[in-house]
């Protein structure tokens, strides 16, 4: 949106959630990112920016209006936030003009499809303004991912007590992985260091 918004005038009818980070998981311990997630949080109170991306998602379904007072209209413009990580680079860019279909299927944008991000298989997928999109460069030659999923990171369950339990005599490499026959290096053992000659 193109001017600035308290988060009271959206409460009743929209939730406002912003992006926290983008993880990457080896989710079968092949040594390649299979899953990447973007984590969300949601927005309870103070202002939203103008010209920079937001969730918003009507609570219920139908035609919902934002109606603001004395808002001050600033410049359109395309903003974006950079969440990069050490293999990829993840924008996200908002978009006051929109995005066409051709635009995003040949630059590889990611758009919101099913509660995730997907990239654009065809050019018919097109992108109206106000919204945003993911731009993904790899660093390194990686395979882009397929997907990315949201995750809501405030519907996360605290964890109120750990049980800790040690096997005497069982070895763990540093990453915390057990390891059956060890080999020269540095271990865990009976929750110590130890160095395997």
């Known amino acids: 949106m193109p001017f ?3 988060y009271d005038v959206l409460q009743d009818d929209f939730s406002v959630a912003e992006i926290n980070d ?3 998981y080896d989710d079968d311990d092949d040594g390649i990112f299979d899953i990447s997630t973007m984590e969300i949080i949601s927005v309870k109170s103070g202002t939203l920016q103008a010209n920079y991306p937001y969730f918003i998602k009507a609570k219920k379904s139908g035609k919902k209006s934002i109606v603001v007072e004395n808002a001050t209209l600033e410049a359109a413009q395309s ?3 950079d969440c990069s990580s050490v293999k990829f680079m993840y924008y996200f860019i908002g978009t006051t003009t929109g995005v066409s279909g051709s635009e995003m299927y040949n630059n590889n944008y990611y758009a919101m499809s099913g509660g995730s991000m997907k990239s654009a298989q065809d050019e018919s997928v097109s992108l109206k303004p106000f919204r945003w999109y993911m731009k993904v460069e790899a660093r390194s ?3 882009l991912p ?3 999923r949201i995750r809501h990171i405030d519907d996360i369950t605290n964890v109120e007590q750990v049980e800790v339990v040690v096997e005497d005599g069982v070895y763990y490499d540093l990453s915390g992985r057990r390891v059956e ?3 020269k290096g540095i271990y865990i053992l009976n929750g110590k260091k130890v160095y395997v000659k």
Do not use: F, L
């Open 181 to 183: 026959n060890p080999t």
């Open 141 to 143: 030659g990686a395979a």
């Open 146 to 148: 397929k997907e990315v």
């Open 22 to 24: 983008i993880h990457m």
């Open 4 to 6: 600035a918004v308290d």
């Open 79 to 81: 903003n974006y936030i």
